[in-house]
């Protein structure tokens, strides 16, 4: 029993990182060309995952992106010359080191869009990756599929290397056959007229999925063409690749025994689902009802721009109650000489009430089901740490954010040597906070402050960093700091700045080019110890420098609303 629940843990994990299918979705209208369609015919209707392009991405984004990291993939090919020549010095004789060999020799001089075109790959593709039950499958157009299966056979005969490559009804594939504990699982692949398709599953199933997986059989009902598209309409979503998961299909498929998931797992797949009745089944829908589905899309794609957006749908009750767990953060502009701005608040009082309630109704209603009575244990386990009082500071907390101007580290270490910005602590009541404070920090007494009043200077000997000036001030809900001289000119206007709408969360705008800087230091002393010699220590510098030569900045928001949690990330390119 036990032998058999990581790989169908694991299996369970890797597909909902996949994406997943909709129930009911609203009509869209889009312009959907004959070869998409093709390739999303191969998509069940009942597929609990699904992700998928209705359009190639724009060749002129494709081409800006490899002219962007050009020296990146010039990096890579002295990367690959270093290890190729490694590599035949040393006459490699077993398998794994000559099919390395191979592939290097085979993308040897072909690290451009042409290049890996003429190997038979498309860059503009189309492409869908689904579920056979909750196995997954993923299917790619080809520029030229001869080409490709031509590409394949040589690097395979170059490397003498000899890959399990059976047919089923004249179709042939190729089978890698990989560890498992109980279910002997294989990657399967087959180049297809159009497309390469890519899967894994049951070596013993092969009967029932390889007829659909070699595209040989049709499912009787596909509509990922129209799922795809309303998706998009209703989420405002481009059409180059959108990825959806329904909860409820995935659970079905490791809960029902007639499920494809079930049929392919065999004998060992029904034995792990014993004891999983009716109850069971109706108590998991139940927890999966609060987040049925989770879905993310291309929100904005243009040559400066790209930005993503990802939806995880609540009942309306629900979303209410959790969006009433946030404050009225202040707004965050688009500073684009500041470092980095961030806001977030959420009501700490509140929010414990809300998980309280959470964990009291599982404890008066347990689950009945044995699978799930480790979380009734720690539904009264919660309860009894969240009974525990809250400091008074605490409980009031509302929020934090910060406005980063300037921020320039030490070389040789990671204090800051200048820093100017602003920064705020959102309370209930702020001068009770500072009196508490006071209670704890005695030196703290000498600053008199109060709501409206002009800035304080915060004594030198209690702050961390030395020569830093810093002012402190009070409004109505909040506490203020002021870093770096004549910052505290504006640290009013700071704590009275307008406010994000409901529901957000949180808001971050950050300088891309100064994150991958300071990433880099450590990759720096690392080279400057001598880790030189190591290739790949060279090609992440290259691309930790042309990182920051092409990026500028990323935007980071998240929202309650009352049909869900949202989060948009946005980058922009200089």
């Avoid at 906070?433 to 008199?448: I, K, T």
Wanted: with cysteine; charged share 20%; glycine share 6%.
């Amino acid at each position: 029993m036990n032998t058999m629940r990581n790989p169908l843990l694991a299996l369970a994990a890797a597909t909902l990182l996949l994406a997943g299918c909709g129930k009911d979705t609203p009509e869209a209208t889009v312009d959907i060309t004959p070869e998409t369609r093709a390739l999303l015919a191969h998509v069940p209707a009942d597929t609990p995952y699904l992700a998928g392009n209705l359009a190639a991405m724009p060749d002129a984004i494709i081409d800006l992106q490899f002219q962007r990291y050009a020296p990146v993939t010039a990096e890579a090919q002295k990367v690959l010359d270093d290890l190729r020549a490694g590599l035949e010095s040393e006459h490699p004789s077993g398998s794994a080191d000559r099919l390395v060999l191979a592939v290097l020799s085979e993308l040897d001089g072909k690290l451009s869009r042409a290049g890996l075109e003429s190997l038979g790959l498309d860059l503009a593709n189309h492409q869908v990756v689904y579920g056979m039950g909750a196995f997954p499958v993923a299917r790619v157009s080809l520029s030229d599929a001869a080409t490709l299966r031509a590409t394949i056979e040589r690097v395979l005969a170059n490397a003498g290397v000899t890959v399990e490559a059976p047919s089923f009804r004249d179709v042939p594939y190729w089978r890698v056959p990989l560890d498992a504990d109980d279910v002997p699982l294989a990657l399967y692949a087959a180049v297809l007229p159009t497309h390469l398709a890519v899967g894994l599953f049951p070596v013993g199933a092969e009967a029932e999925m390889l007829p659909a997986f070699l595209g040989l059989e049709l499912p009787p009902a596909s509509d990922a063409a129209e799922r795809l598209a309303a998706l998009n309409a209703a989420h405002g979503f481009t059409p180059y690749m959108t990825l959806t998961v329904d909860l409820h299909r995935l659970a079905d498929e490791f809960i029902d025994t007639d499920s494809v998931t079930v049929r392919a797992l065999g004998a060992e797949g029904a034995a792990e689902l014993a004891g999983m009745d009716a109850t069971c089944a109706d108590e998991i829908h139940r927890i999966l009802d609060k987040f049925p589905r989770f879905t993310v899309g291309v929100s904005e794609l243009e040559p400066r721009v790209t930005a993503f957006r990802g939806i995880l749908e609540m009942p309306t009750a629900l979303g209410e109650r959790m969006q009433a767990l946030t404050t009225r953060i202040p707004a965050l502009g688009a500073a684009a000489d500041h470092v980095a701005d961030f806001a977030f608040g959420i009501r700490v009082g509140a929010a414990r009430d809300f998980l309280r309630s959470e964990a009291q109704a599982i404890v008066d209603q347990p689950f009945q089901c044995a699978h799930l009575a480790e979380i009734n244990t720690r539904a009264a386990e919660l309860i009894t740490q969240l009974d525990q009082p809250l400091p008074p500071f605490v409980n009031n907390f509302r929020g934090f954010n910060f406005s980063l101007k300037t921020l320039e580290l030490d070389p040789d270490s990671m204090v800051p040597r200048e820093i100017r910005g602003h920064a705020a602590i959102q309370v209930e009541n702020p001068q009770m906070f500072v009196g508490m404070a006071q209670m704890f920090l005695p030196d703290l007494s000498e600053m008199e402050l109060a709501p409206g009043d002009e800035p304080v200077r915060v004594p030198e000997y209690l702050g961390s960093f030395q020569n830093i000036v810093a002012y402190a001030a009070l409004s109505d809900d909040a506490i203020g700091v002021s870093l770096g001289e004549g910052e505290q000119n504006g640290l009013a206007a700071y704590l009275d700045r307008a406010h994000e709408p409901p529901g957000v969360l949180l808001v971050a705008d950050y300088d891309s080019a100064a994150w991958y800087r300071l990433q880099r230091r450590d990759l720096d002393e690392t080279l400057a110890e001598g880790g030189g010699a190591n290739p790949f220590l060279g090609l992440a510098k290259v691309a930790s420098d042309t990182l920051e030569a092409v990026n500028d900045r990323q935007r980071i928001e998240v929202k309650l609303t009352p049909n869900g949690l949202v989060f948009d990330s946005r980058y922009t390119y200089k």
